[in-house]
Structures are given as C-alpha cells and as structure tokens.
C-alpha cells in the first residue's frame, strides 16, 4: 500500500477511535462513505431481514470459539428445504469460493461459459491455466439460451458453465431444457455447473429450479448462497449441492476448514426459520420491476425483461456511468462482460423513491 494511502488511514483510525460510538462503520465496506445511490449491487432491496438483526446479539458469547467446519445444523436445514441428503451439501465463504473449489477441483482443461454472464467464472478457469469456450447469446434473441448449445458441447470438454437466471441478462432456463443439456454432457463425460445465485426471486422457483435434479445427475454441481436472496453479501455464506461425493469432497479440501465463520452460519439458519421475508419480497419486486420496466421503456433505451431483482438496459450515450455518476448515482457498466460493451448497464431494483430518482436522471440525459 502506498505510503500516502497507509497514512490516510491512519488518520481515519484514530478518528474512529476517539468518535467510536457514533462512527460511521460503512468506511469498511464496498460502499465506503455511502455518498452514491447505488444501483450496481443486485443484492435484495429489502435489506437484511429483522429476524437477522434482532438476534444478533445471541452469537457474542459463543465468538471466542471456532465455528462448526461442515456447517452441520446449517447443513441439515438446507437439505430439509431443498430436499436432498445433506451429504450432498457444501457450504462456503459465498459463491464465489465455492466457484474457485470445484474449479480448482477438477482442474479442467476445456470449458463452455454461456456468455454474456457472471466474468467470475472465467477468471476462476483462468487460474488452472483452462481454455474457455464463450458461446454467446444473441441480444436479437433477448439472450435466450437455444439448442445450438447441444452443438457444441463435445467430448473434448470437462466443463460447462451456466448461470440461472443469467446475470445480467435475466434470462431463466427452464428445467426441461437444461436436462437436455444435462443428458448431453453426461454422454460426454462433462460437469454442469449451474449457478442459482438468483433463481429464488422467482416465487415459483421450485420450477426452474436444477437443486432436486442433482439426485439424478451425478455430474451436476449446483451453486447458491444467502448473498442476494436475503442480502447477507457481508456475512459471506454460500453452498453447493452436488451428488457427486468425490467431488465435494476434492472441493472440500481446496481451501480452508474454518469457511464459514460463526455469524454467517447463524444468519443463514435465521432467514431459514423466516416464513415472511420472502413473501414480502415477491410483494414488492413484481410490482416494482414492472412499473419500472414500463417507465425504463418510455425512455430512448432497449430494455430487456428479466426474472431477476435488476434489469439490464441498453443505451447510445456511450459515457452513461460516467453520466450517472457525476449525477450521484452507480450503476453497474457492462463492458467487462463478454459479448457486451459499455453501452449496456445493468441496474438493481431498488426502492420505489430511489427508482424514481434514477428514472428522473436518465430522462434529463437522454431527453
């Protein structure tokens, strides 16, 4: 770190420390100071839920011992709710971490990224030295996935990547077509990697949703976590299911034993025991998102449909970050996503007076 920045810091210490109890604590986050609307982060507008906030108090006294290493009361929990074994459980430091180990698991030498999509995918294969093949969607199509994936998935492959519903473009793919896909890599002895971060915005989730199918598809290894759902992105939770034991168990060993601290399993269990936070979430979100739409469409903008909570949109200002920016507002630019370029931004749904705000910044840009 450089000198300049060390002493800044310093500086920002020891004020905290002589205004401890009235210090702003989001100086520790991605947020930093807090001063931008920030419509980059697609994690759950409703906040962390109550039932996580009023309870966090129980876990102080047990925090001078190390956390549970296989997450076992956790564990059990998901299984219940997803109904599989719990040995075919993984939980981890979030998705990505989970990402990384089957990655660095199985060590592909040849994979398929269905493209645009999450980039974290490729930097992982990137790390095992694995050659990607990007099979891009046609924004003409509205990104949907098609058939000609069964193409091109071949015997050279030992991976395949797939994110449901896709970030960033929303897009979901149903069960039926993704057992086809299935059913073409087991022939071809490739693991499916679906990516479920998303798929639970969705309140008939349950039938899109690839969990079940890992009790028959022993080369399907699902990914999920608490981060967007329920908006726990600082506890750092996420888990697997796969029923490939082999496997979870090579992933297993890829990293650390103490993953998931103490705090992070307890909030998981919580919003486990919530039985309201998610309905209010379906309240809101399917409201939200097609006003928002509606009024996105009004605009000089091409705004694609999405099952997620954000929307991706395409713009001709080439600079709209930088627009937004100046104007106190993130979004998320696109440019970094394969097949995309910075004329595309993806945007969270956020709260009604904050979408409101956006909407009325985009109209003085573009009108």
Same mark, same amino acid.
């Given at each position: 770190?450089?000198?300049?920045?060390?002493?800044?810091?310093?500086?920002?210490?020891?004020?905290?420390?002589?205004?401890?109890?009235?210090?702003?604590?989001?100086?520790?986050?991605?947020?930093?100071?807090?001063?931008?609307?920030?419509?980059?982060?697609?994690?759950?507008?409703?906040?962390?839920?109550?039932?996580?906030?009023?309870?966090?108090?129980?876990?102080?006294?047990?925090?001078?011992?190390?956390?549970?290493?296989?997450?076992?009361?956790?564990?059990?929990?998901?299984?219940?709710?997803?109904?599989?074994?719990?040995?075919?459980? #993984?939980?981890?430091?979030?998705?990505?971490?989970?990402?990384?180990?089957?990655?660095?698991?199985?060590?592909?030498?040849?994979?398929?990224?269905?493209?645009?999509?999450?980039?974290?995918?490729?930097?992982?294969? +990137?790390?095992?030295?694995?050659?990607?093949?990007?099979?891009?969607?046609?924004?003409?199509?509205?990104?949907?996935?098609?058939?000609?994936?069964?193409?091109?998935?071949?015997?050279?492959?030992?991976?395949?990547? #797939?994110?449901?519903?896709?970030?960033?473009?929303?897009?979901?793919?149903? +069960?039926?077509?993704?057992?086809?896909?299935?059913?073409?890599?087991?022939?071809?002895?490739?693991?499916?990697?679906?990516?479920?971060?998303?798929?639970?915005?969705?309140?008939?989730? $349950?039938?899109?949703?690839?969990? $079940?199918?890992?009790?028959?598809?022993?080369?399907?290894?699902?990914?999920?976590?608490?981060?967007?759902?329920?908006? #726990?992105? *600082?506890?750092?939770? *996420?888990?697997?299911?796969?029923?490939?034991?082999?496997?979870?168990?090579?992933?297993?060993?890829? *990293?650390?034993?103490?993953?998931?601290?103490?705090?992070?399993?307890?909030?998981?269990?919580?919003?486990?025991?919530?039985?309201?936070?998610?309905?209010?979430?379906?309240?809101?979100?399917?409201?939200?998102?097609?006003?928002?739409? *509606?009024?996105?469409?009004?605009?000089?903008?091409?705004?694609?449909?999405? +099952?997620?909570?954000?929307?991706?949109? +395409?713009?001709?200002?080439?600079?709209?970050?930088?627009? #937004?920016?100046?104007?106190?507002?993130?979004?998320?630019?696109?440019?970094?996503?394969?097949?995309?370029?910075?004329?595309?931004?993806?945007?969270?749904?956020?709260?009604?007076?904050?979408?409101?705000?956006?909407?009325?910044?985009?109209?003085?840009?573009?009108?």
């Amino acid at each position: 770190m450089d000198d300049w920045k060390t002493n800044e810091y310093l500086e920002v210490f020891y004020f905290m420390r002589s205004n401890f109890n009235n210090y702003s604590w989001k100086v520790i986050t991605e947020y930093g100071d807090g001063t931008l609307i920030d419509f980059s982060v697609n994690t759950n507008s409703l906040g962390i839920p109550r039932v996580v906030k009023e309870n966090m108090n129980a876990i102080a006294d047990i925090s001078d011992v190390y956390p549970d290493p296989e997450c076992n009361q956790l564990t059990a929990c998901l299984a219940e709710k997803y109904n599989v074994p719990a040995i075919h459980i #993984l939980c981890g430091n979030g998705a990505d971490d989970l990402l990384y180990r089957v990655v660095f698991a199985v060590k592909p030498k040849h994979a398929i990224i269905v493209e645009p999509t999450f980039e974290e995918y490729q930097r992982a294969l +990137k790390l095992v030295n694995c050659d990607v093949l990007h099979y891009t969607l046609s924004e003409a199509d509205g990104f949907e996935l098609d058939e000609e994936i069964l193409s091109v998935i071949q015997p050279d492959c030992d991976m395949l990547f #797939l994110c449901n519903p896709n970030n960033p473009t929303g897009q979901i793919v149903s +069960k039926p077509f993704i057992e086809k896909i299935l059913d073409c890599c087991v022939k071809n002895n490739i693991i499916v990697v679906i990516d479920e971060c998303f798929i639970e915005f969705l309140p008939q989730w $349950r039938d899109y949703s690839a969990k $079940r199918l890992t009790t028959k598809y022993e080369n399907l290894v699902v990914i999920d976590a608490f981060t967007k759902t329920y908006s #726990l992105a *600082g506890f750092r939770l *996420g888990f697997c299911i796969s029923s490939n034991i082999r496997l979870l168990s090579r992933m297993y060993s890829c *990293g650390q034993s103490f993953s998931v601290s103490t705090p992070a399993q307890f909030a998981g269990l919580c919003v486990l025991m919530d039985e309201t936070y998610m309905q209010k979430t379906y309240q809101f979100l399917l409201s939200e998102r097609d006003w928002l739409v *509606g009024e996105l469409e009004k605009l000089p903008l091409m705004v694609f449909p999405s +099952k997620g909570n954000f929307l991706l949109f +395409k713009s001709t200002i080439k600079n709209m970050l930088q627009e #937004l920016l100046i104007r106190g507002i993130k979004v998320r630019d696109c440019s970094q996503f394969y097949g995309l370029s910075s004329a595309y931004c993806r945007i969270a749904i956020r709260k009604h007076s904050d979408n409101e705000l956006l909407l009325k910044v985009l109209a003085d840009i573009l009108l």
